[in-house]
């Protein structure tokens, strides 16, 4: 049963049928409840391919983890932020595709070329570390794109992310105000453009308080994770004064951190206080509860979705969309009492 047979049983063109299965209104009451009529009577389901030849709109979202070393669904982050954004997505019509890079990477990148081959109307872009050059190929070509933590500047893409120097600032006035004076920063080696900004921040609001940045207290993890966290606190505990108070640019590494300065000997907040940023839900279980930047995930992946789906009908330019961080108080910094 194809599209041709019910052409034929209904006494009319394979163009109308084309038109009643995409609901388009130029067609009688009549005609249109004759055809669905035999489309139901004979279990006719037209494909998604010949639905996509019609109306040229697949009705699919490319799903981008860009990087050589992506972040993917280790980082608790972009689970939030593609959760949400499924399920926006999702309410407004479309399905989502995931490309995978592993063997890709190997064999030479190229998702602008896997875009077009699958017919998606339009990609979310995830960033990582080592961004493949397609992604630039990518977001320069007419397929709408929007990113996440990435830069894009494709005439039909946009980006979100966080308030990165607001982070930042807000860490080291919450600091400030509980009388640190002598603060840390941990960081990563390779640096994003989310890190960067996130430490450009941390320096300037240390001239702000008029605080002093000393080199030894400021280090960087091999990766995100909270075993990177660690081992970048105990270069942090070879300095021969410790800072009062560390803020580690991400959550786990402050889950790291913390265990790293506990067998030390040192005493959360008592002996230096930690704060982290992304608000995991690890966070409201950490001994002490952690002290973090919230990141309105929620709004980030329901923001993306409406502005993919903007790009994607031509009602949206390219621009930045940045989100307002939140600052959540817990025991870590030294703000709350015990079993907060």
């Not at 560390?246 to 790291?256: N, R």
């Amino acid at each position: 049963m194809n599209i041709k047979t019910i052409a034929r049983l209904a006494g009319v063109s394979v163009a109308t049928v084309s038109k009643i299965i995409n609901n388009y209104p130029d067609i009688g009451d009549e005609t249109r409840q004759r055809v669905l009529k035999i489309m139901e009577e004979t279990g006719y389901r037209p494909s998604s391919s010949a639905k996509t030849l019609a109306t040229k709109k697949s009705h699919l979202v490319g799903v981008v983890f860009a990087g050589k070393l992506n972040v993917d669904f280790s980082h608790p982050f972009f689970v939030e932020v593609i959760n949400a954004f499924k399920k926006q997505i999702g309410l407004l019509g479309y399905d989502l595709l995931f490309f995978s890079n592993e063997k890709f990477l190997e064999q030479g990148e190229d998702y602008l070329a896997r875009s077009k081959y699958f017919q998606v109307d339009g990609c979310i872009i995830i960033a990582g570390d080592e961004v493949e050059s397609s992604v630039s190929d990518l977001d320069a070509s007419p397929i709408p794109c929007i990113g996440i933590d990435i830069e894009l500047t494709g005439q039909n893409s946009c980006y979100i992310m966080s308030d990165n120097e607001k982070i930042s600032t807000k860490v080291v006035e919450q600091f400030y105000m509980n009388g640190y004076r002598d603060l840390g920063f941990i960081g990563l080696q390779r640096a994003s453009i989310v890190m960067q900004q996130r430490e450009q921040a941390f320096k300037q609001s240390l001239k702000q308080f008029n605080l002093e940045e000393r080199p030894e207290w400021l280090v960087y993890s091999k990766d995100y994770a909270a075993t990177d966290g660690y081992e970048a606190a105990k270069q942090l505990l070879s300095a021969e004064v410790l800072p009062r108070a560390v803020f580690a640019a991400t959550d786990l590494l402050a889950f790291g951190a913390i265990r790293a300065f506990k067998e030390a000997g040192l005493r959360i907040p008592e002996d230096i206080a930690v704060a982290g940023c992304d608000d995991i839900e690890a966070c409201r279980y950490s001994d002490p509860p952690l002290t973090t930047v919230k990141q309105d995930t929620d709004k980030i992946g329901r923001l993306a979705a409406m502005i993919l789906f903007d790009l994607m009908n031509k009602q949206m330019d390219n621009r930045c969309i940045k989100v307002e961080p939140e600052l959540v108080l817990r025991r870590s910094c030294g703000t709350l009492p015990t079993g907060q």
